[in-house]
């Protein structure tokens, strides 16, 4: 029922990834699965991480919907991530439309690996109401915000500013992930605050003395929690929306890394489930493709 | 001074400039960790593994023959690196070296992170 348009914002970036992962070489970093929590690693400095993160889910009284986050992360420095996000959404019985950019950076505080270690974010967001990538839960974001349609929606144009802190910690093969999330619309609307909290490990420690696809240390499993916290006029859990989803990662061959997330929402504002899924794939050093190969000079 | 015996106490002090500072990562290991041993050490199937995670993670900067680029990502056939313990190359891993553009592998499984040590143990 929910994959009518869908295939034409899915398969396309699935194809466009898979189809670079045939003429590049390979890369595989131990990414965690997660879709709305972030963890203290970054990119390695000079890799290209594109990945697309899609979300389907109906709210009630409305059309199904699916919407693609594509994201293109960028290691700046070992210290230094910056990543660019394209949006899209089609809606059933509506219409498909791209519903804008955002443009962050994390920068890690502590150069060295801590018990606990955290992360500045800092994001721009240029996104109509009627983007439905559902990336984090702010404020008293509900399952209402995506029942209108797409024309309706697209009229509330919002520039905002999102900071967040992130806490992370690897201990004994598991990684543990707090963000706390503060967004502003530049324009007109208080402070609105959410968190996100997630617990990822791989399923076999050790790796393989051989390659393989389907070995227990390429899936890693885990779980994510998140939801909104209130505003800077109602800071209150009142009519705010929540959210657990287990999470499976799987590292593909040539670079591929794919995951899946079912959520679930916990109170009445929250959409009853939402899926989401994960296509990624790293280029190396992409940096190293514009320098000449004349003895380092350039 | 004569200017060849200037030229030779320059080339001294550069020497034993670059052998302090290629020693400088392993002087701010923890004595706990600098003390640690691999567990894997004298498994064969752990330098295999070892050289698949090399393939997948280092390889991309450190070259396939681990000789670097001769700038800013070294060579891994060091006299440091042979004169490190297993504790301070998992400190290192662990660590990274943010600030030169080493990245952290502390989100590597610690099992990953000694295969790793075994393979750049076997090919000193």
Known sequence: MISFKLRGV????????????????????????????????????????IETKSAVGQPNGGNPFGATAMELEYGTRAWWT????????????????FTGWRLENRLRSLMRDRAVNPVFY?????TPAADKTILEFVGHDGEADLAPSSAVLRRDHQHEAELKLILSSNLHDWNLSENFISEKNLGHAPWEFGYAVGLTRPL????????????????????????GLGDTIALTLRDTSHYIAPLIGWQLPKSVRF????????????????YRVGVAYEFEQIGSWFHCSNGGAE | MRPSLAVLMIALSSMVALGAASNLHWQRVPPKDH??????????????????????????????????????RPSLHSEGLRKATDGDLEWFLRQGDLRHGMPSWSSLPEAQRWQIIAYLRSIQ
């Open chain 1, 10 to 49: 899915f398969w396309p970036c699935l194809w466009l990834a898979a189809s670079l992962a045939l003429h590049t070489p390979a890369s595989n970093a131990q990414e965690k699965p997660y879709f709305v929590t972030y963890s203290h690693d970054l990119e390695e400095p000079g890799n290209l991480e």
């Open chain 1, 82 to 97: 910056t990543e660019l996000y394209l949006d899209g959404q089609a809606t059933g019985s509506d219409s498909a439309v």
């Open chain 1, 122 to 126: 800092v994001e721009y967001e240029n």
């Open chain 1, 204 to 227: 076999r420690s050790a790796a393989g003395s051989r390659e393989c696809t389907f070995c227990a240390e390429k899936f890693i499993a885990g779980a994510e929690a998140y939801g």
């Open chain 1, 259 to 274: 995951s899946f997330s079912p959520g679930f929402g916990l109170t009445s504002t929250s959409l009853a489930r939402v």
């Open chain 2, 35 to 72: 003390a640690r041993a691999n567990p894997l050490t004298n498994r064969p199937e752990a330098a295999a593994a070892g050289a698949l995670l090399y393939k997948d993670h280092c390889q991309q900067c450190h070259q396939a023959n681990a000789a670097g680029d001769g700038h800013k």
